[in-house]
């Protein structure tokens, strides 16, 4: 219910290396570390919606809390906790937890659109290795979108109106120019509305995205959609870091809670973490 009406903050959290721990210490070392994380929780947090979520992640929904300070005072909490642990056990000495954070923006986000930003905050966290902490509008609001706005603004435009593909697009991409051939052949035998999502993958320093990691980038990004797709709805290469998915069946799904339930398992399997995802959305 606070999820889909009420203020909050949702927290993201994920055990470090816990499949490393597991390996080298067995499960229960690994199962100790999560009641460990679990018991943390309950006692800084007490108006809270909590749960496990994927394997060594855990999901907990923060009731009321709307500013960055209040939620900053009870992640440094957790952490001077399960610090002060870990000094008394020398069994919980692995134990660290990176945080994502994300307010929630009702009537704004869907469910689908938060657990995907709580994704990408936790990303960020973990890049600091050890018990990191980001919440997603303090490092996102920034990130440039042009590329992905542009892209989807010719795609549109070519759906709509009867052009020649630019060049580029005959040699490179000729599945693009067959899918789009036949989407204008279902917009002319259906009289319902197709809808257009475009992926966009963005290095956060270009000259860190080797042609190599951007071609596994979006290998790594078609895996994340796979699952997501239905049996009527279609995905296409567009250009070398964008993606396309047409859904033809517009009764049953909604283009929105497709693309934040497909980067949710995009940032779930990265391991590009300077890579973003990004995505616009329309309808023909």
């Given amino acids: ?87 008394n056990d020398a069994v919980l ?33 973990k890049k600091k290795q050890y018990n990191g902490f980001c919440e997603y509008h303090s490092f996102y609001a920034d990130i440039p979108q042009t590329l992905s706005k542009v892209g ?16 580029a697009y005959q040699t490179n991409y000729p599945e693009f120019l067959r899918t789009m051939d036949e989407i204008k052949k279902i917009r002319q035998q259906k009289e319902k509305q197709i809808e257009i999502i475009m992926f966009t993958a963005t290095a956060a320093d270009e000259e860190k995205g080797t042609l190599e990691q951007k071609a596994d980038v979006m290998e790594l990004l078609q895996k994340a959609i796979a699952p997501c797709l239905g049996s009527h709805n279609i995905t296409t ?28 398992n995009f940032y779930k399997m990265n391991q590009f973490q300077n890579f973003s995802i990004h995505y616009e959305a329309g309808k023909l």
């Avoid at 603004?153 to 630019?166: A, C, F, I, S, T």
Wanted: overall charge negative.
């Fill in 237 to 264: 290469r567009f250009s070398s870091l964008q993606q396309v998915v047409i859904i033809t069946d517009t009764d049953e799904n909604n283009a929105e809670d497709i693309a934040n339930h497909i980067i949710s």
């Fill in 1 to 87: 219910m606070y999820l889909t009406n009420g203020d909050g903050c949702l927290l993201l959290l994920d055990v470090d290396f816990l499949q490393e721990v597991n390996g080298e210490h067995g499960l229960v070392r690994g199962d100790l570390y999560l009641k460990t994380v679990a018991h943390l929780l309950d006692s800084v947090c007490d108006d809270k919606i909590l749960y496990r979520g994927d394997s060594d992640e855990f999901v907990c929904f923060l009731c009321g809390v709307v500013r960055q300070e209040a939620v900053e005072q009870i992640i440094n909490a957790f952490h001077k906790r399960l610090e002060a642990q870990k000094a």
């Fill in 93 to 125: 000495e692995s134990l660290n937890v990176s945080i994502g954070a994300v307010f929630t923006e009702y009537p704004k986000c869907s469910k689908e659109e938060l657990m995907a930003k709580v994704s990408k905050a936790l990303l960020v966290a």
């Fill in 152 to 167: 989807f603004y010719h795609l549109m435009k070519w759906l709509q109106d009867d052009v020649e593909y630019p060049e």
